[in-house]
């Protein structure tokens, strides 16, 4: 099945820098590729997704970008701001629509 | 309601007992997903039902865990002879089968403490 792999597992910026984090997968057969956000006492919401016939997206601050001669995906938060600490995790889908997810990442931002 | 709910949010049981728990998804979903967390850990596959196909059960720790889902809706999953290490957040999630990977909507989950 797939093996989905998140690093770094926690990343600290300065408020107004950018963050990455970066995720590699196994089945090239995935063509799904969604990241979430989980706040404190919450359940994980999805902030952007991207398909397989796509490179890159882009919504405001967040953008994800997707390599799949490599297997990987990464996910990037420009200008951060306090609210964007949080726990991000990436997931992979394949055509069986069963979704595996990385580790999470725990995103702390500096005022 | 409009999105997936759980009950009940927060439950306390003592150890050796049974508890259930129990996953309303959005109507019309026909996948559906438990997975734990433990404090501070990442997400951890439970279990995956798809439609009318045999529940894929690859990810439940010991045979003290089960899942139902009764007419393709609600799931019910079921500790029994709780543990301590059982305690954690269980979280479900459902989205709509298709041809390609869809968003999956997660539930607030049950926080679950063994005492």
């Known amino acids: 099945g797939e093996n989905v792999e998140q690093h770094p597992s926690t990343l600290s910026v300065q408020e107004g820098d950018s963050a990455v984090i970066k995720c590699t997968y196994s089945?090239?057969?995935?063509?799904?590729f969604p990241w979430y956000k989980q706040e404190l006492g919450k359940g994980p919401q999805l902030i952007i997704d991207i398909r397989s016939n796509v490179g890159e997206k882009k919504d405001q601050r967040i953008a994800v970008t997707l390599n799949k001669t490599a297997k990987h995906f990464s996910l990037h938060i420009t200008e951060t701001q306090p609210e964007d600490s949080a726990v991000y995790f990436c997931a992979a889908s394949n055509r069986n629509n069963r979704l595996a997810f990385g580790k999470g990442n725990q995103v702390v931002v500096i005022p | 309601g409009a999105g997936v709910s759980q009950s009940p949010s927060n439950k306390v049981t003592e150890k050796g007992k049974d508890v259930e728990l129990r996953c309303d998804p959005i109507?019309?979903?026909?996948?559906l997903y438990w997975y734990r967390q433990s404090l501070g850990q990442g997400l951890e596959f439970l279990i995956y039902f798809q439609g009318n196909s045999a529940p894929d059960k690859s990810g439940l720790p010991s045979d003290r865990f089960s899942a139902e889902r009764t007419g393709g809706s609600v799931s019910t999953l079921t500790i029994q002879r709780t543990q301590q290490e059982d305690s954690a957040v269980y979280l479900c999630a459902s989205s709509i089968a298709g041809q390609e990977g869809t968003e999956a909507f997660f539930g607030q989950g049950t926080r679950l403490t063994v005492v």
């Open positions: 089945d090239s057969a995935s063509n799904y």
């Open positions: 109507s019309g979903h026909t996948a």
